[in-house]
């Protein structure tokens, strides 16, 4: 008789389920107080003959162990779902925190100005929306240089007519203009920047792309302190016996104009594919600032010179860490930018 209340009792408490806490509650009232359904099997425990009393003691203990486990599994349950649905903390901070990384193109600038601030060098920076005139009129660009034409520049066009005063800078030459223009020699800066040209995007050409402008004005400046102060720059970023060489070259706004090559830092200079089996690689242009151009931003050309070199950030960067396809620079491919945790 008790014993089939017992199986009774157990299949009941086994099937139980419940809403929420009060629900669960009135469960555990109903089966495990002391006035509950397992407290009232002690009545007729009384009346169980002395033989059987110990088997049924034990089946009454299980009842009351199974009723525990039962009650405090559905508080799990209703707790577990109360999270998940009502109490979530949206402004929780998910972690692992994942750090970013700084752009290649950050890196390789910041050393860069690093570098020229230990020589004395100082930063400026000017507009990448630019007038014709610090693009190119003050640089000494003829009124028909080729610079000038529609496949290099972009113009930036109004509704029906195009503006051909207003342009995307070509070269961060154009800070150089604005830098002279405000300022009296001496000037010592650097001016890093974004620059933009008409071409087709390819892996080794893009519309836009990143240039450090140096200029040094003062008086009895000379190329061989420009010579110099290249020579120290390709030796603190390439390592101590990188050499330099300067190819005679042409620029509107300076005279003489040079290009410099390094000896490749991939191939350690015997030759290679970066390098195209020379053994060099053009960093940059540079030369004798143009006494016009001097004089055309408000400087003294029979008191004052100076020069000037514009650097490829790409193109060092490439050098550095060996980027096969400019693309990559501007994807913000999070696989690619990961690389870059190291070196930030
Ligand atoms: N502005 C030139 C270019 O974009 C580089 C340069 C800068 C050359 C300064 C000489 C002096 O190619």
């Known amino acids: 008789m008790i014993l089939k209340k017992i199986e009774q009792l157990l299949q009941e408490i086994n099937a139980l389920t419940a809403d929420n806490a009060g629900q669960i509650e009135e469960l555990r009232i109903k089966y495990l107080s002391k006035k509950g359904a397992i407290n009232a099997l002690m009545a007729d425990f009384r009346d169980v003959p002395a033989e059987q009393k110990k088997e049924v003691g034990m089946k009454i203990n299980e009842l009351k162990t199974a009723a525990f486990a039962k009650v405090n599994a559905l508080k799990e349950q209703f707790e577990a779902g109360n999270n998940e649905s009502n109490h979530l903390d949206l402004t929780r901070t ?9 752009h290649p193109l950050t890196i390789v600038k910041n050393e860069i100005i690093n570098i020229f601030g230990r020589m004395g060098f100082s930063l400026a920076e000017g507009p990448e929306v630019e007038d014709d005139l ?94 110099q102060v290249l020579l120290t720059f390709a030796r603190e970023m390439f390592g101590a016996d990188t050499k330099i060489r300067l190819r005679p070259s042409y620029f509107p706004f300076t005279e003489p104009s040079a290009e410099m090559d390094i000896s490749c830092n991939i ?54 860490y060996q980027v096969s396809d400019l693309r990559m620079f501007s994807e913000n491919d999070v696989r690619f930018l990961d690389e870059f945790k190291s070196a930030n």
């Open 267 to 320: 191939c350690g200079g015997k030759g290679c594919a970066f390098c195209k089996h020379t053994g060099w690689v053009e960093i940059l242009g540079c030369g004798m600032v143009d006494p016009n151009v001097l004089e055309s931003c408000g400087i003294d050309s029979s008191v004052y010179t100076g020069y000037a070199f514009g650097l490829g950030v790409e193109r060092i960067t490439n050098l550095k």
């Open 94 to 102: 998910p972690y692992p925190v994942r750090l970013g990384t700084r």
């Open 134 to 227: 610090h693009v190119f009129t003050k640089l000494n660009f003829a009124a028909d240089h080729p610079a000038r034409d529609m496949q290099d520049t972009f113009f930036v066009e109004t509704n029906e007519n195009v503006v051909r005063n207003i342009i995307l800078r070509t070269h961060t030459s154009s800070v150089q203009a604005r830098v002279m223009e405000k300022t009296q020699p001496p000037i010592r800066v650097i001016c890093p920047g974004r620059v933009y040209r008409n071409e087709a995007i390819s892996a080794r050409a893009h519309c836009f792309f990143h240039q450090i402008e140096g200029l040094y004005i003062d008086k009895n400046v000379s190329f061989t302190d420009l010579k």
